[in-house]
């Protein structure tokens, strides 16, 4: 069986989604080498500035929640329909 190597966390930024994404760098944790992608799916493109303001905002909530991985969790954007692009991504 191959090992789990990436977990996709639909990310928002609402309590339900910073729960997931708490939960899933629980799961992970320190020992495994597993990349945790945050995607943010959004009907109309998200511009740079906005795409900047929102990383920074990850990482300060992911410093927040005190969750130490291997791997640093990233935050992706997406335009699409919610269901379709997190199945296609």
Excluded: C, N, W
């Amino acid at each position: 069986m191959k090992s789990l190597q990436k977990i996709l966390v639909p990310f928002d930024f609402t309590e339900p989604a910073v729960a997931a994404l708490d939960y899933t760098l629980s799961f992970v944790g320190i020992d495994l080498p597993i990349q945790v992608i945050a995607l943010y799916v959004s009907r109309a493109s998200v511009g740079p500035e906005e795409q900047k303001g929102a990383k920074e905002k990850f990482d300060r909530l992911v410093t927040s929640l005190h969750r130490r991985t291997q791997i640093k969790p990233v935050l992706f954007f997406a335009v699409g329909e919610l269901v379709d692009t997190i199945l296609r991504t």
